[in-house]
């Protein structure tokens, strides 16, 4: 699809990967509205591009993303493009530290808010000529890591419910189109606890996103994630072995 003249939001835009795809896209001449729970960071992000604003909003609250509705349909109306990018994640393991409110708190941003902020804004992306959602997820959509063991899960839902969009969507709504952006380690603030500093730049990330949707393609198997795949259909249990020896 074409990604120039959109109105496209980044939820948890303020940083690393977000902050790349909206750096990138606001370069492409797109209007991009970033989102986040500190306000300070959000400035910050903003001071450093053109063509973008923020508004602050928690993806986990109901309230906030009903003033997010709000303010996207009356100050950014042609809004045509939606990233679900903010995400969360707790490091442990099963084996010795509980699962369920680790669970409870990585489901809540990386599963409901994506599908909530969907249920309401898929009425007005509907409406228009061409519209895209994309999902942020991860190689460990794909296989889970030991040392984010319900973070893991919670990608996995997000992948299977969006596949589960996309082909709902094909033949009802083919106008909005359905990606799934799915990068390995990344250098961000976010994986700075599992060795994130040997991960790919963002900006890596961003390029093959921009790509890769440019041309339909709407599984986005960015750098590592893409041999992960190759030996994921070979062999899931050695794919298994091999993504958490890597750690
Ligand atoms: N880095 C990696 O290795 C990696 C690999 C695969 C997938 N991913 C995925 O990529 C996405 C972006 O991660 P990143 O690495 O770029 O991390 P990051 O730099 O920490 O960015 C995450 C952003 O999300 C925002 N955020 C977190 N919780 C939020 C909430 N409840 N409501 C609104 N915004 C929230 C954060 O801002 P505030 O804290 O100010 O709200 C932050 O700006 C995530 O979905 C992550 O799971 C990352």
């Not at 496209?8 to 750096?23: D, H, M, R, V």
């Not at 053109?50 to 950014?76: G, I, M, W």
Request: no cysteine; charged share 20%.
């Amino acid at each position: 699809m074409n990604i120039t003249q959109k109105t496209i939001l980044i939820t948890g835009g303020g940083s690393g990967i977000g902050f790349a795809i909206a750096k990138l896209l606001s370069e492409k001449d797109n209007q991009i509205i970033i989102t986040g729970r500190t306000e300070a960071k959000l400035k910050d992000a903003v001071a450093k591009l053109n063509n973008v604003s923020y508004f602050v909003a928690d993806v986990t609250k109901e309230a906030d993303v009903n003033k997010l509705v709000n303010y996207l349909a009356e100050k950014h109306p042609t809004l045509d493009v939606i990233i679900n990018n903010a995400g969360q994640a707790s490091v442990y393991n099963l084996a010795n530290a509980p699962a369920y409110d680790n669970s409870v708190a990585e489901f809540a941003t990386n599963y409901f808010a994506p599908v909530r902020l969907i249920d309401k804004l898929l009425p007005t992306l509907k409406t228009k000529k061409e519209a895209a959602i994309i999902n942020v997820t991860s190689v460990l959509a794909i296989a889970p890591s030991y040392d984010l063991p319900t973070y893991s899960a919670s990608k996995f839902a997000l992948r299977a419910y969006t596949q589960a969009l996309r082909f709902s969507l094909k033949d009802v709504n083919p106008n909005v189109k359905v990606f799934e952006l799915m990068p390995p380690l990344v250098d961000t603030e976010f994986s700075a606890e599992i060795g994130g500093s040997n991960g790919i730049p963002p900006a890596q990330v961003a390029e093959e996103f921009v790509r890769a949707v440019e041309n339909d393609q709407y599984e986005i198997r960015v750098g590592f994630t893409a041999q992960f795949w190759d030996s994921f259909l070979k062999s899931p249990e050695e794919a298994f072995l091999m993504l958490n020896s890597r750690r």
